[in-house]
């Protein structure tokens, strides 16, 4: 599934790639695919903007070290991301991976926005109950924080552990902590609880991409097509 979403994205990127000069690119197993897909010599060529430390790994691991940048305010041409969610209408949440934070930073100074996804994110804007909201938020007080989470928005906040080979919460790679938030309504209007959410002093940045629209989704679906679309 992911390869033959590789493949279109690829197949876009270079019948576009003359007008970009530098390239987010964002983070998770789709990512990780991708970048395995995609000729080296596409990726050479231009600035690369890593959303995560497992992504500038990996960046580095395929030599391109010399490329490799943060975001400095100039415009990023493209961005290329997965998601965890996605709706029709142009939202996406992300955060599964933890990296929420910085993929919206080089997303917010990127011109085009592109997400790849697999059939089974899509969902309908009117059926959020159970649905996940990644957050991010400061250690300190965190447990406030969830509280004050709870409180405001019709959800069941969980502060996201590790399971494997160390114990305690998840650490971002910015040093803080990851509460998942379950939605427990169906509807909700994502774009006022991305506002709301930010407004929490303790919160860092919500999953949420309601705000920060993508400009053109790649979608894998069960009977080997690949359904490409701007919201
Ligand atoms: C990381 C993310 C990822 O893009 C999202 O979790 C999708 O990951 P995958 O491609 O592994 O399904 O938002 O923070």
Redesign the pocket.
């Known amino acids: 599934m992911?390869k033959r979403v590789a493949v279109e994205v690829t197949r876009y990127l270079e019948h576009e790639f003359h007008q970009v000069q530098r390239l987010g690119i964002?983070?998770?197993?789709?990512?990780?695919?991708f970048l395995s897909f995609v000729p080296e010599k596409l990726l050479e060529s231009v600035e690369l903007i890593p959303?995560?430390v497992d992504t500038l790994l990996i960046l580095r691991d395929m030599g391109f070290s010399a490329n490799i940048r943060e975001p400095d305010g100039r415009t990023i041409d493209l961005t290329i991301?997965?998601?965890?969610k996605i709706s029709k209408s142009g939202w996406?949440?992300?955060?599964?991976?933890?990296?929420?934070t910085r993929?919206k930073i080089v997303r917010l100074h990127s011109r085009e926005f592109w997400?790849?996804?697999?059939e089974s994110?899509l969902i309908n804007e009117c059926s959020l109950t159970s649905c996940t909201i990644?957050v991010e938020i400061l250690p300190f007080g965190h447990q406030a924080t969830i509280r004050l989470l709870e409180d405001i928005f019709p959800v069941k906040a969980t502060l996201r552990m590790l399971d494997q080979r160390k114990i305690g919460p998840v650490v971002t790679d910015n040093g803080n902590y990851i509460v998942d938030l379950e939605i427990l309504r169906d509807s909700l209007d994502l774009l006022t609880v991305e506002k709301e959410i930010k407004k929490i002093p303790g919160v860092i940045e919500s999953?949420i991409f309601a705000s920060l629209p993508y400009d053109r989704a790649f979608m894998a679906c069960k009977d080997g097509t690949v359904e490409v679309w701007s919201p």
């Open positions: 992911k964002g983070s998770g197993t789709t990512v990780r695919s959303t995560s991301d997965g998601a965890d996406v949440i992300k955060g599964g991976g933890g990296a929420l993929e997400v790849m996804v697999d994110k990644p999953g």
